[in-house]
């Protein structure tokens, strides 16, 4: 178990060293800006932000979220404005996925819970509340 919790921590560690700053700052359109983690009631929505992130949720969820790895660890998923969030409970099981997508404007893409299922009613409202707070 030590060692699963040292290889994890590990793995978070370089997995932002490889994002610079310059990477972390594309996530910013405007005067807007998605946190990377948002709290509502008792659900987090925390942000993806490395293709090993995104793998594994695609792993946990059985959905094809991870097949947008690719994109992350090209650099192309974060310039061309997708962010993609966990939503998960107090104890971080993982609740459903949310991908984001800027054109003009920041859109949800899509939206699943675990097998692609349709997310709860709570899951959708925290999706909803984070939108909101982009455009005050």
């Known amino acids: 178990r030590r060692i699963k919790e040292e ?8 997995a932002k060293a490889r994002c610079s700053p310059e990477v972390f700052e594309r996530f910013k359109y405007g005067p807007h800006k998605f946190p990377f983690v948002f709290e509502h009631n008792r659900l987090k929505a925390i942000l993806l932000q490395s293709a090993q992130d995104i793998v594994e949720e695609g792993r946990v969820q059985k959905h094809c979220v991870g097949s ?7 650099g192309g998923s974060l310039g061309r404005g997708t962010l993609i969030y966990s939503i998960r409970n107090e104890e971080g099981d993982r609740n459903s996925t949310v991908m984001f997508e800027f054109t003009d ?8 819970a675990s097998c692609n299922s349709n997310p709860s009613e709570e899951c959708e409202e925290v999706v909803r ?4 707070g982009l455009y005050p």
């Open 7 to 14: 290889h994890d921590t590990l793995s978070k560690e370089i």
């Open 68 to 74: 947008y790895a690719t994109h992350v660890r090209e």
């Open 129 to 132: 509340e984070l939108l909101r």
């Open 105 to 112: 404007k920041w859109m949800v893409v899509q939206h699943y």
